[in-house]
């Protein structure tokens, strides 16, 4: 039987007081299925803050990661702080059609990117602040149904992309329905993380049921 997950996880701040550890909230899912190599996951709906990115994919997500971090940590309209929350998402900004059996992605993230954060639970649309920068947006995203495959290591564009062929071929073998939208390349961990014990993972969209 599927089972709801709330998942917190330990990661250190990328700014604030070096060494502080602190507890980061997840979104919400619910398993449907497990195959295994993968598994089908149910999530709640959720808001995220997110900023369009140029270049290539590590030099890309860290600039839209410091936009959004200026953001949560008082750059707003509220000069107010919003908790820190994982994982940190990456989804090609072109391309955005994308078939079970065709590569996905960008080749090597040179197209530009999507970076988000999800907005901790306790903030709706109307009690969020407002961005200073006008480059980052709030965002709703709808509940979803999505196939998700976790792997460790390092985060070159290359290794995401190779994660979402194979996920995509595992879910086509499982007679699964891809939805319209590209993956989603998630990273729970701040990069100074021992590649080994880094969590990412993908997230490929799939019709709802």
Do not use: H
Request: hydrophobic share 45%.
């Amino acid at each position: 039987m599927a089972v709801t997950q709330t998942r917190f996880a330990p990661i250190l701040l990328l700014l604030g007081a070096s060494g502080v550890s602190m507890a980061v909230e997840e979104p919400k899912y619910r398993i449907e299925k497990d195959y295994g190599t993968f598994e089908v996951r149910v999530y709640r709906p959720v808001i995220v803050a997110e900023t369009d990115v140029t270049g290539a994919f590590r030099e890309g997500t860290n600039e839209g990661f410091r936009r959004l971090a200026g953001y949560i940590f008082g750059g707003n309209d509220g000069v107010r702080k919003i908790a820190m929350t994982a994982p940190v998402g990456a989804e090609p900004a072109k391309g955005a059609k994308i078939a079970m059996t065709a590569p996905v992605g960008t080749p090597k993230g040179t197209n530009g990117w999507i970076v988000s954060f999800t907005m901790p639970s306790s903030f709706t649309m109307r009690t969020l602040p407002v961005p200073d920068d006008a480059r980052v947006r709030l965002r709703e995203i709808p509940a979803r149904r999505v196939a998700a495959v976790r792997f460790s290591g390092t985060w070159g564009a290359e290794k995401f992309e190779d994660a979402a062929r194979s996920l995509a071929a595992g879910a086509r073998d499982a007679g699964l329905a891809p939805a319209d939208g590209p993956p989603v390349f998630a990273r729970y961990d701040p990069p100074w993380t021992p590649w080994f014990l880094r969590r990412n993972e993908v997230l490929i969209p799939l019709e709802a049921r």
